[in-house]
């Protein structure tokens, strides 16, 4: 049998009394507390306690922090997901190894932190395309407004698009998820360099078209080689000569 | 079998050509891609010629002066051919010096040296 102290001289609680034993700290679930939701149209409601919970960790961790989003594939539709994606808006470097091992001892789903000043995520904004893929379907636990300036930066799209150059050489290595990261980085810039607004569903729409293949064939790792290289290659040279055609345009007129 | 062990040297050669293209380029460019954090989940050109390295006989040291001075040689040239595309085209701020230094550490880093 448990038992409970209470003190010897107190004020009520008089031998006999009837009383109700109740937990003093309980874990509120808020359900008054709004998120917001981007580009995302439903969402499981076991997902959604699970941001919540996750959230309340954060905010129990940092008080600072000016938004945090939830990205990637934890927002689509069903449990094909590897990790849920954090990414927290705060003016000073932070340690979130902490938080990380605790979303997960928690949750038991692995969270990737990406923590950026709001200057970083403006700068991230206006010169990669991936940066505002990401946040075309979020949620996010402050309203915002996305305002994006599109400024094509060559010589940082050349380095972004040469991560791609991997899948070409490498194919049979790759699993089908790596190749899936890397033919979205290659679309993305495609588009990007086209000036194409950039949000996920576009994405994936114009990966189908472009190279053929549904996203779920491409992370199974269902393709025919040949066929999609051949595509694959097309597209990543295309956008390889608008890139140098940039940069020596730029090169011109400083 | 040699014919296989080629073929690894050649991707290796391939993957880490790429990494040292793009730290030179990453230098090149350094203020401007400080928000590059989300990119870097995608896999690497260096983690995959890892991969290749350990398939590649002798695994446990080196390899012999003749393989080192090969695979040196033509990851240089690689990286050169890349690079000086760039520089033909107004590409400014990059130092070619890096390409030795950039290749050695590489090669010490993968264990082929």
Redesign the interface.
């Given at each position: 049998m448990d038992q409970i102290y209470i003190p010897k001289n107190r004020a009520g609680f008089a031998i006999g009394n009837y009383v109700v034993i109740k937990q003093l700290e309980e874990r509120q679930e808020n359900p008054a507390e709004k998120l917001y939701f981007y580009g995302v149209k439903e969402l499981e409601p076991v997902k959604l306690k699970i941001i919540h919970q996750v959230l309340e960790l954060i905010n129990k961790s940092i008080s600072n922090y000016e938004n945090i989003f939830i990205t990637g594939s934890f927002l689509e539709k069903g449990f094909n997901f590897n990790d849920i994606d954090f990414l927290i808006i705060i003016k000073n470097k932070i340690n979130h190894e902490l938080i990380r091992r605790d979303i997960e001892k928690e949750t038991g789903i692995n969270a990737h932190i990406i923590t950026l000043s709001s200057k970083e995520l403006s700068r991230g904004l206006e010169t990669d395309p991936l940066y505002q893929m990401m946040l075309s379907r979020c949620i996010a636990k402050k309203r915002f407004i996305l305002k994006i300036k599109n400024k094509i930066d060559y010589k940082i799209l050349d380095l972004h698009l040469l991560k791609s150059k991997t899948l070409i050489n490498n194919f049979d290595m790759l699993s089908g998820k790596e190749k899936y990261d890397l033919a979205r980085n290659l679309i993305v810039i495609y588009l990007y360099l086209k000036r194409n607004k950039i949000n996920t569903d576009f994405v994936n729409k114009k990966i189908k078209e472009a190279l053929g293949l549904s996203i779920q064939e491409i992370k199974d790792n269902i393709i025919d080689k040949k066929e999609f290289l051949k595509r694959y290659k097309l597209i990543y040279n295309k956008s390889f000569a608008t890139i140098l055609k940039g940069i020596e345009h730029g090169s011109k007129q400083e | 079998m040699v014919q296989n062990r080629n073929k690894l040297i050649n991707?290796f050669i391939?993957?880490v050509s790429?990494a040292v293209?793009?730290e030179i380029?990453?230098r090149?460019?350094s203020k401007?891609?400080?928000?590059?954090?989300?990119?870097k989940?995608?896999?690497?050109?260096l983690e995959?010629a890892k991969?290749?390295r350990e398939k590649i006989n002798p695994i446990n040291r080196s390899l012999p002066d003749k393989d080192v001075a090969y695979i040196k040689e033509k990851i240089i040239a690689r990286v050169k051919a890349e690079i000086m595309?760039?520089i033909s085209?107004?590409?400014?701020n990059i130092d070619l010096n890096l390409i030795d230094s950039l290749t050695d550490k590489a090669l010490r880093d993968s264990k082929i040296k």
């Amino acid at each position: 049998m448990d038992q409970i102290y209470i003190p010897k001289n107190r004020a009520g609680f008089a031998i006999g009394n009837y009383v109700v034993i109740k937990q003093l700290e309980e874990r509120q679930e808020n359900p008054a507390e709004k998120l917001y939701f981007y580009g995302v149209k439903e969402l499981e409601p076991v997902k959604l306690k699970i941001i919540h919970q996750v959230l309340e960790l954060i905010n129990k961790s940092i008080s600072n922090y000016e938004n945090i989003f939830i990205t990637g594939s934890f927002l689509e539709k069903g449990f094909n997901f590897n990790d849920i994606d954090f990414l927290i808006i705060i003016k000073n470097k932070i340690n979130h190894e902490l938080i990380r091992r605790d979303i997960e001892k928690e949750t038991g789903i692995n969270a990737h932190i990406i923590t950026l000043s709001s200057k970083e995520l403006s700068r991230g904004l206006e010169t990669d395309p991936l940066y505002q893929m990401m946040l075309s379907r979020c949620i996010a636990k402050k309203r915002f407004i996305l305002k994006i300036k599109n400024k094509i930066d060559y010589k940082i799209l050349d380095l972004h698009l040469l991560k791609s150059k991997t899948l070409i050489n490498n194919f049979d290595m790759l699993s089908g998820k790596e190749k899936y990261d890397l033919a979205r980085n290659l679309i993305v810039i495609y588009l990007y360099l086209k000036r194409n607004k950039i949000n996920t569903d576009f994405v994936n729409k114009k990966i189908k078209e472009a190279l053929g293949l549904s996203i779920q064939e491409i992370k199974d790792n269902i393709i025919d080689k040949k066929e999609f290289l051949k595509r694959y290659k097309l597209i990543y040279n295309k956008s390889f000569a608008t890139i140098l055609k940039g940069i020596e345009h730029g090169s011109k007129q400083e | 079998m040699v014919q296989n062990r080629n073929k690894l040297i050649n991707l290796f050669i391939g993957n880490v050509s790429n990494a040292v293209v793009h730290e030179i380029l990453e230098r090149a460019v350094s203020k401007e891609v400080m928000a590059d954090r989300y990119r870097k989940e995608l896999v690497t050109s260096l983690e995959i010629a890892k991969n290749y390295r350990e398939k590649i006989n002798p695994i446990n040291r080196s390899l012999p002066d003749k393989d080192v001075a090969y695979i040196k040689e033509k990851i240089i040239a690689r990286v050169k051919a890349e690079i000086m595309t760039r520089i033909s085209k107004g590409y400014k701020n990059i130092d070619l010096n890096l390409i030795d230094s950039l290749t050695d550490k590489a090669l010490r880093d993968s264990k082929i040296k």
